[in-house]
């Protein structure tokens, strides 16, 4: 399981967003995210470029830590 810090997530709303962002990612699968912690845990078969994931958190208005 890979974990990433996400900043700037404040509700149940950015929660659900985070986890559509990287489910809708080709490869990624079974997202958990944890608002008080302030991360996103995921499972990948097959490798996933980081900037890929920066990508489409910074589209929904947050940032991978």
Do not use: Q, W, Y
């Not at 700037?8 to 008080?36: F, N, P, Q, R, W």
Request: include cysteine; charge should be negative.
């Amino acid at each position: 399981m890979t974990t990433i810090r996400i900043k700037g997530m404040t509700c149940a709303h950015c929660v659900a967003s985070v986890t559509k962002a990287l489910s809708d990612i080709s490869g990624i699968s079974d997202v958990h995210v944890s608002l008080s912690e302030g991360v996103a845990s995921f499972e990948s078969n097959k490798e996933v470029p980081l900037e890929t994931i920066r990508e489409a958190i910074h589209k929904i208005g947050f940032e991978v830590e």
